[in-house]
């Protein structure tokens, strides 16, 4: 993806996260108000994370903690703010949800404050004024996992 002269990757390499960049935006965020450090590391390591880099450097980030079948719970989705209304997001939330290992999960949700619209463009609802769903109804068509 490219905006003038920024080109922007996407990538599912957890390796090439930046946890020190993520974890000082995602403490500073409402919804994580109090996670240490290491509760946040742990996180990452227990989720499927997605970056986004431009010029080398992480500008952001999402994760996703599933089961691989039945569920699966977006969080802790941020840009940049020198990187927002360039696509990011919805294209890190295109990456987690065509996730090899999240193909066969048909229910996604996620809880925001502020960003429904972003959300509702692929296909989440909303369950109440925070909490969305999306149901992937193809996702049961797809090779298993073993």
């Known amino acids: ?37 290491g509760e946040f590391d742990r996180s990452v390591e227990m989720s499927f994370p997605v970056g986004a880099y431009c010029d080398g450097r992480q500008v952001g980030f999402a994760r996703v903690v599933s089961d691989q079948i039945a569920i699966a719970y977006v969080a802790d989705v941020f840009v940049d703010p020198d990187y927002r209304r360039m696509g990011i997001a919805a294209k890190m939330i295109d990456a987690l949800h065509n996730h090899p290992e999240l193909r066969r999960v048909k229910r996604w949700l996620l809880a925001t404050a502020d960003m429904q619209p972003l959300y509702r463009l692929h296909g989440y609802t909303d369950l109440d004024d925070m909490m969305m769903m999306r149901l992937d109804e193809d996702a049961r068509n797809r090779d298993p996992l073993r």
């Not at 993806?1 to 500073?28: H, N, P, Q, V, W």
């Open 1 to 37: 993806m490219a905006d003038g002269d920024k080109t922007i990757e996407i990538s599912l390499d957890r390796s090439r996260i930046d946890l020190e960049y993520c974890y000082d935006f995602i403490a500073a965020s409402y919804w994580a108000a109090g996670r240490t450090r």
